[in-house]
């Protein structure tokens, strides 16, 4: 089937021993291969072979444990919405807490042994993640959740264990101390691990070998020093200053306003229960400033996000003014979202529509997760500049779900620059990218920025991917 197929007959070995990262661009079959080593896709006449000793399963599904980090919260995902976690008042009371979860995962993975325990508890400690265990699932936030998704397939007892882009999402030291775990495993146990990375400057040590996938080619196999040795270093720039000058000298929507103050909160407190997410938080953003927000995984950045996208429902009950107007005083939450571009984790999450690309991009238009009115023919015109913009031209068509994860995010970045908005709200805006496009990002958001009345909101876990436009720093700090 054409769909499965790379450009070239693949060859791959993973000897006893050896922890392999799989690099490449975006779209360009990394994620293709792993399915063929974790016979996801059925192959004629040449499977690939196994040999799982030490280990005494035998099925490749028992041995291989694949994490991909969709931001997936599992059995519930079908009905989860972009606003649902802010709406703890909606949620099913079936829906599964994390202790249950992970006891499960706990259970199903073998015997109950004091050394299973001890990795159980070790890992709830390294990833501090006890005041986690009562919380509902679908309350997790994007780092949360993939500490929580580490934890299962680990207490699974994998023989090999792939892990897509495992660091994305992370706060620093989460990210290092996810490395010292997984080289302690990698050393201790009967375990070999293959990280598929699109951030190549970031290879842990542990990692003997890099594999290239390019242009849906599988590479030969390099030992690590190899690669490191070849590799070509990060581009300084990559939008064009054709590209460049023409962002920044767009035609002015008539939506355009002067409004002075962006976001004023006063006083702002959220709280969940007992649980204290926000305390008694002033902040005050100005017309043309842009904030880096950052902070430790759980500290309360997409909760703060989401009460300036009018997403939270506890906005109402705080003082907060949007746009020079407060909350409550009458404006529906579409008159605020027409002058936001937002793309975060939780939307990536949320979209499960299989449209064309191009109507996704579209409906940032419409500020809908679908496409319910349909654009005219300038307006398309307009997502095929954007789209072009992100390097998405020639995918206009293709749906959605069929693009590579990097490519969705382009999609969703593409969407939140549409209707030229006049505060751009980009939570980990740089997931999944490879190391071009995450300059090319840098690149047009700098460019965009120069526009007249241009605010930014901008949440990472990486400093290096903050782009030079930033003027002001918002530091969370979280409650346990």
């Known amino acids: 089937m054409p769909e499965w197929r790379m450009a070239k007959p693949v060859d791959f070995t993973m000897e006893a021993g050896e922890h392999i990262a799989i690099v490449g661009e975006n779209g360009g079959g990394k994620t293709m291969l792993v399915d063929i080593i974790t016979s996801r896709h059925p192959l004629l006449m040449n499977e690939p072979k196994y040999d799982f000793r030490p280990s005494t399963r035998e099925s ?90 580490l934890i299962k397939t680990l207490l699974a007892n994998p023989r090999v264990l792939i892990m897509d882009n495992p660091f994305i999402g992370l706060d620093s030291d989460t990210r290092n101390q996810l490395k010292e775990l997984l080289t302690t495993l990698s050393t201790e146990r009967a375990l070999q691990i293959i990280l598929v990375l699109s951030k190549t400057d970031d290879i842990p040590e542990f990692i003997t070998h890099v594999v290239e996938v390019k242009a849906m080619t599988v590479g030969e196999k390099l030992t690590r020093q190899q690669y490191i040795d070849t590799r070509k270093p990060n581009p300084t720039r990559v939008l064009s200053e054709t590209a460049r000058n023409a962002i920044i000298g767009l035609d002015y929507r008539n939506n355009d306003y002067n409004c ?48 300036v996208c009018a997403d939270n429902p506890q906005s109402y009950a705080c003082d907060i003014e949007l746009f020079g107007n407060r909350r409550g005083s009458g404006e529906s939450i579409w008159d605020i979202k027409k002058h936001i571009g ?131 720093h918002l530091t969370l700090k979280r409650h346990v």
């Open 60 to 149: 490749a599904s028992d041995n291989i444990k694949s994490i991909t980090f969709r931001d997936s919260y599992g059995d519930t995902d079908g009905q989860y919405y972009l606003q649902q976690r802010w709406n703890q008042q909606e949620i099913d009371k079936e829906t599964p807490i994390v202790a249950d979860l992970l006891e499960n995962a706990y259970n199903i993975a073998g015997d109950d042994t004091p050394e299973r325990r001890r990795l159980q508890q070790h890992l709830y400690e390294l990833f501090h993640v006890r005041h986690l265990l009562d919380k509902y699932i679908i309350l997790l936030s994007s780092g949360e959740l993939r500490k929580f998704q």
């Open 260 to 307: 002075t103050e962006v976001v004023k909160m006063n006083k702002v407190s959220i709280k969940y229960g007992e649980r204290i997410i926000l305390d008694t938080l002033d902040w005050t953003v100005m017309n043309g400033e842009r904030w880096a927000l950052s902070g430790q995984n759980g500290a309360g950045k997409s909760t703060l996000l989401s009460l």
């Open 342 to 472: 937002y793309v975060s984790p939780e939307m990536h999450r949320a979209y499960h529509k299989n449209l064309p690309a191009i109507r996704i991009v579209a409906s940032g238009m419409k500020d809908s997760m679908g496409l319910y009115v349909k654009p005219t023919a300038e307006e398309y015109e307009v997502c095929r500049w954007w789209m072009d913009i992100f390097g998405l031209k020639g995918k206009e068509d293709a749906p959605f779900l069929k693009l590579s994860s990097g490519e969705q995010r382009l999609v969703l970045l593409a969407r939140a620059f549409v209707k030229d908005p006049q505060l751009l709200i980009l939570d980990e805006p740089l997931h999944g990218l490879d190391n071009r496009n995450r300059r090319l990002v840098k690149d047009i958001i700098e460019a965009f920025c120069q526009r007249r009345n241009k605010t930014m909101i901008m949440v990472t876990h990486y400093k290096e991917e903050l782009p030079n436009c930033i003027d002001h």
